[in-house]
C-alpha cells in the first residue's frame, strides 16, 4: 500500500524560510514522476515543483528562484526547500506520485497523494 505523508508546514512571516518532507512507502516503481502541488482556497490545485527518477526537474514560473525540489532514495523523503516565501504562497501543499518518468504538471496525471501540511504565510 503506497502511502505519503508530507510534513513541516507552519505559520511564517514573509521573507522567511520552510522545508517540506514527504515520507514514502510502499512506492516501488523505479520509473516515476512525483511533486509538490498546492491549493489555495477557491483555487484550484497547481503545481509547484516536480522531479522524475532520472532526476530531471520542473519547477513553477511563480516559485522558480525560490523552492527547491529534491528527493532523497536512502531515506525514501521527497522535499521542497522553500525561500522567501510571499502570502500568496499560502495554501494546503501535497506531495504526489505518478507512476512512469513522464514529466507533467498537471494534477490529474498523479496516482498516489497525501494529506496535505498548511503553509501559512503573513506580511
Known amino acids: 500500500q503506497v502511502q505519503l505523508v508530507e510534513s513541516g508546514g507552519d505559520s511564517v512571516q514573509a521573507g522567511g524560510s520552510l522545508r517540506l518532507s514527504c515520507g514514502i512507502s510502499?512506492?516501488?516503481?523505479?520509473?516515476?514522476?512525483m511533486g509538490w502541488f498546492r491549493q489555495a482556497p477557491g483555487k484550484e490545485r497547481e503545481a509547484v515543483a516536480i522531479i522524475n527518477s532520472h532526476g530531471r526537474t520542473n519547477t513553477a514560473d511563480s516559485v522558480k528562484g525560490r523552492f527547491t525540489i529534491s528527493k532523497d532514495n536512502v531515506k525514501n523523503t521527497l522535499y521542497l526547500q522553500m525561500n522567501s516565501l510571499k502570502p500568496e504562497d499560502t495554501a494546503m501543499y501535497y506531495c504526489?506520485?505518478?507512476?512512469?518518468?513522464?514529466?507533467?504538471?498537471?494534477?490529474?496525471?498523479?496516482?498516489?497523494w497525501g494529506q496535505g501540511t498548511q503553509v501559512t504565510v503573513s506580511s
Open positions: 504526489a506520485a505518478s507512476i512512469g518518468g513522464t514529466m507533467n504538471m498537471g494534477w490529474y496525471a498523479y496516482d498516489y
Open positions: 510502499g512506492f516501488t516503481y523505479t520509473s516515476y514522476c
